[in-house]
């Protein structure tokens, strides 16, 4: 089994930066992508960024040139650096990452969110 966690949400004023970290552990082979996905109050989940395993990345438009994510292969960890925050960004953060725990399978893995607060 593998376990997905996050940290480092929480309190922030406009305009400023957070970063989010989120850890794999259990059986891993290898890691494919590994993203980044929110969820205001009242809204629908929404995609956030992706990093694929080649490091290629991909960021929904309101976030591009604020938000910058990144991995680390060796900790199995990815991480969502968040700077000119806004209101509108408040919201709970999951991680997510395709994981294969052998080399015949694969699994979708989830985290249990971490809150971020943006307060204008």
């Known amino acids: 089994q593998v376990q997905l966690v996050e940290s480092g949400g929480g309190l922030v004023q406009a305009g400023g930066s957070l970063r989010l970290s989120c850890a794999a552990s259990g059986s891993i082979f290898s890691i494919t992508f590994m993203a980044w996905h929110r969820q205001a109050p009242g809204k629908q989940r929404e995609f956030v960024a992706r990093i694929a395993s080649d490091g290629s990345t991909n960021y929904v438009d309101s976030v591009k040139g604020r938000f910058t994510i990144s991995r680390d292969n060796a900790k199995n960890r990815v991480y969502l650096y968040m700077n000119s925050l806004q209101p509108e960004d408040t919201a709970v953060y999951y991680c997510?990452?395709?994981?294969?725990?052998?080399?015949?399978?694969?699994?979708?893995?989830w985290g249990q969110g971490t809150q971020v607060t943006v307060s204008s």
């Open positions: 997510q990452m395709l994981v294969r725990p052998n080399w015949a399978s694969v699994g979708d893995y």
